[in-house]
């Protein structure tokens, strides 16, 4: 998990919530989960710097240090997320392997992360993406997952489509409570054999069910694409788009689209916030 607290944790907590949701799902024994913490000024629990990156492990119920050596470093590099790859694969070694990126999305066009020690327009672009996973040869991702806004495009699939078998990421804004991770991670402790599609659905299902438990929590959409089909996809847009130029360059699908408040904070949710990239009450979305 390379968690990027931003303002999401120093503001409102969201980060070591969702760690909490982790503790609990008792996972650690069948399957590891690793997370890398950076970007945020504040950390609300769990002893967790701030001054510094770190590298942790959940192991049944609790948060377990196992790398405190790094320098503060910058999630909007490629470097960065390149050695938590290399780290994370020599150090733990495992049959299949779950990426999960955690912070604010900003869509294909700008990219993700929003690191608070960076430069506030700083992010990790696709091709960044791209350079970091094709520095780890021989590393191959059963699911590469975004807990964050607006990722969910055709651009995204495509860039990423060399290094995963699925994606789970969402085309529209994210809640504030983001993914649901006690449950799906319970099934994969108890069966960490469990199929990519029966795992990538749980992680949707979850999702979407506990977003409508509270409806100040607002709408969730998170969708499981299959990589294997994104290049057919692809070619079908381009052979769309072609045969209807004309009527595609005629008019301007550019949508505005309104700020969302997540419950209990000042910012929108895991897209721009109103205190980290721009202070906008609304912006042009594609």
Known sequence: VYMTGSDLESQAGEATADIQEMLASGIGTNANVLIETLGTRQWWNYGIASDHTQRYRVSQGKLELVDDSLPQLDTTSPSTLADFISWGTSAYPADRYILLFWDH??????????????????????????????????????????????MGSLETCVALQPYCDYMVLSEDFVPGIGMSYAGWMGQLEQNPGMGTVELGTAIVDDMIRDVEKDPENGDATLALVDESAVDELYASWVSFAYANENSLLASNYSQETQWRTRPGSTMGARGHSQDSWGGYDSWDGY
Do not use: K, W
């Open 105 to 150: 999305g900003a869509g294909p066009v700008y990219g993700f992360g929003y690191d608070e020690f960076q430069d506030e327009d700083s992010a990790l672009t696709l091709d960044e993406m791209r350079q970091a996973l094709a520095s780890n040869p021989g590393v191959h991702f059963d699911i590469i997952g975004m807990d964050c806004c607006i």
